[in-house]
């Protein structure tokens, strides 16, 4: 029997079910494998008898609730994909401003009177609703992360993610400090995993995959002073991807 | 008596969530919706108080198959409020990224979203089996504008190597050489693409509309020139607000549009429609092949339009890659001098125009943002083609109906995660 996966989006940009779209060729070997039996931005079958639930998008509506709720209860195994899935992402910024008053700019003079429609709630990462067995960081995810997690979950062995920074895959990348050229970077205190995809392209790094586990926070706090800068100018860069970290605490 | 109800409820093979609604008693129609439910996210809220670096960041994430676009249009909003000049350079790698998620764009859509409902399956997974040549063809076709766009943007969905000013890295000749030589040989792919498209049976429906897309009368517009209508001609970006008129209803949280007519199409077939004669020779012969001529006024045409427009792409790429390797890539630093002011940026997303409109303080702080999304102003259209299809159709049965109403949105190739991202705020 090929273990049945299922996709499920909720608020984001699809970004993460597009990812999996363009594994081109891994994907054609990837469904030799398994019955994908629900993935509505691609197919038309909605079948509701799956193994391995892939979500991606954050919880940022009442409905939203009681459907990622149903979805656990069937799910064997719970996959979050992307940055909005797995930390609100940029979603959360919306959070940095009372809701009221959010309502209130977008339906001021003459705006719908359909409130209704609109129950929104502050945006959250999935395990903030129910728990969550892997997570696949990333804004986008990477999508060879998601190949690597397929693989574990097919051969019954382990996953993990990096668990260092990523100034670790950036020094190994050969690239000049993004502190050097005068940015503020987020590498020193962000996992690892994407091989330093922005740095090494030229900008530096927001933080998309959140915070690696127990932080170097200190270090960064020292490159941060020696480049003049303070922790309100790094907070502000935070909160692009990871400000449900900060509201949450 | 007779009763018909069709209740669509998340249309699939599309971008977002949508909903169909068909209401019908003894062949007389009593209702008709097209259903917008999706999530709003309150982006103009979110790029409030950042400077113009993170909201070009920020805005690609509207949308995962268009962020190119995004980025595109954000960055050329604050380029315009702050008044960078830009080098040829940087507006020829700016073409070639926009040209790699127009082509990635269009081949996800009309292979994957589009085809299976001709080919009578549920997706193109099933194909992998019956039909290999031609999915492999198509996973071809989007790797190769995946790789485009990863060499040019850094990264296909997400870009960050385009900046407001330039370009944060460039490509290598060598990598360029080796994008031209596949492109040369994709161009037997999208034969191929138009023999097999050519043979499918595509409804035949009429319903006259207005069509909207930018025009450049240097070339067949993409990120450049002003707004065309094909009621009433051309007019300054800067005035959209007027093409535009978005409004709300009470079945959405993306906002409708409408400008001369009831409704107006924006897309392939809109920029088809309106720049037919700028198209490459081999787009033309494409075209024809296909049967489609302008002005067309069957919206089960857009796919083919794409296609179209997708030969197109890949010869202007081409001429691209060449212009860039003749005058040689070098080192330029963005010249940026942030400045209190507004700014538009218009370009053509996969699905049609897009504006993104900001309102900087004198540190490059935005203060204001609005954005118009192509499907928004699509959402109009498809609620009037079918209240025009459906009383046509109405005696057939609800198995009949309901596939051409999915195929009718479909067709569209929405983007409805995009269009429900942006309701009109006003920063106070």
């Not at chain 1, 209704?116 to 709630?121: C, F, K, P």
């Not at chain 1, 993004?178 to 740095?199: H, Q």
């Not at chain 2, 060499?151 to 190597?161: E, F, Q």
């Amino acid at each position: 029997m090929k273990p049945k996966l299922a996709f499920f989006d909720f608020t984001g940009c699809e970004g993460c079910q597009l990812e999996v779209l363009n594994f081109e060729t891994e994907l054609v070997e990837l469904l030799q494998h398994v019955d994908i039996v629900n993935f509505r931005e691609a197919i038309s079958e909605k079948g509701q008898d799956y193994e391995i639930a892939f979500i991606d998008g954050a919880v940022t509506t009442e409905s939203e609730i009681p459907r990622i709720e149903k979805i656990r209860q069937q799910a064997k195994i719970l996959v979050a994909m992307g940055a909005c899935a797995c930390l609100g992402g940029v979603n959360c910024l919306k959070n940095f401003h009372p809701m009221e008053e959010n309502l209130k700019i977008v339906y001021g003079a003459n705006a719908c009177e359909y409130v209704w429609y609109y129950n929104t709630i502050p945006a959250r990462p999935v395990s903030a609703v129910v728990p969550v067995e892997y997570e696949l960081p990333g804004c986008p995810m990477n999508r060879y992360e998601f190949i690597k997690l397929a693989k574990a979950l097919l051969l019954g062995k382990k996953f993990e993610l990096p668990n260092y920074p990523v100034c670790v895959e950036c020094k190994q990348a050969g690239n000049v400090c993004a502190f050097d050229r005068g940015e503020i970077c987020l590498g020193p205190v962000t996992r690892a995993g994407c091989n330093a995809i922005c740095i090494t392209n030229g900008r530096r790094c927001w933080g998309c995959r959140g915070l690696v586990d127990d932080p170097n926070v200190n270090s960064e706090k020292e490159i941060l002073q020696k480049h003049g800068l303070t922790v309100a100018d790094i907070l502000g860069q935070f909160r692009l991807f990871d400000g449900y970290l900060e509201v949450s605490k | 008596m007779t009763q018909l109800n069709i209740n669509v409820h998340h249309v699939t093979r599309v971008e977002g969530h949508g909903n169909i609604i068909v209401n019908a008693k003894d062949g007389k129609l009593e209702e008709i919706r097209w259903e917008i439910p999706e999530s709003p996210r309150f982006f103009e809220a979110m790029m409030r108080g950042r400077n113009y670096e993170d909201v070009a960041i920020i805005a690609p994430r509207i949308c995962g198959i268009c962020s190119i676009a995004h980025a595109t249009a954000s960055i050329q909003a604050s380029e315009a409020a702050f008044g960078v000049q830009l080098s040829e350079q940087t507006m020829l790698l700016r073409k070639l990224l926009f040209n790699a998620e127009t082509l990635q764009s269009h081949v996800l859509h009309f292979y994957f979203l589009a085809a299976p409902d001709f080919l009578g399956v549920g997706s193109v997974f099933p194909l992998a089996s019956t039909h290999k040549e031609v999915v492999l063809r198509a996973l071809r076709l989007k790797k190769l504008a995946n790789d485009l766009a990863d060499l040019i943007g850094g990264r296909k969905t997400h870009p960050m190597a385009c900046t407001v000013g330039g370009f944060a890295k460039l490509p290598e000749v060598s990598q360029l050489k080796t994008m031209q030589q596949r492109l040369t040989e994709a161009m037997d792919d999208l034969k191929e693409t138009v023999k097999l498209f050519k043979g499918l049976n595509i409804p035949n429906f009429i319903r006259e509309t207005e069509y909207i897309a930018l025009n450049d009368p240097k070339e067949y517009a993409f990120i450049s020139g002003d707004i065309s209508s094909t009621d009433t001609g051309t007019t300054p970006i800067t005035n959209y607000l007027d093409m535009t008129n978005e409004f709300c209803v009470p079945q959405s949280t993306a906002k409708f549009s409408k400008h001369n007519r009831d409704s107006y199409m924006v897309g392939a077939l809109a920029r088809f429609n309106n720049n037919y004669s700028q198209l490459s020779s081999a787009a033309q012969e494409a075209s024809d092949e296909l049967g489609l001529k302008p002005i067309c006024h069957n919206p089960y045409m857009i796919s083919v339009a794409q296609i179209v427009e997708s030969v197109d792409t890949v010869e202007d790429s081409l001429k691209l890659i060449d212009q860039l390797i003749t005058r040689g890539l070098k080192e330029e630093k963005p010249d940026v001098k942030v400045k209190a002011g507004r700014g538009i940026g218009a370009v053509e997303a996969p699905r049609g125009i897009l504006f993104h409109d900001y309102t900087y303080n004198d540190k490059g702080i935005l203060m204001e943002a609005n954005c118009v999304i192509p499907t928004n102003q699509n959402h109009n259209n498809i609620q009037k083609d079918m209240e025009a299809l459906v009383p046509h159709i109405i005696n057939e049965t609800r198995e009949e109906i309901t596939p051409m109403l999915e195929m009718l949105v479909r067709a569209y190739d929405p983007c409805i995660s995009c269009s429900a991202h942006f309701l009109e705020v006003k920063f106070i």
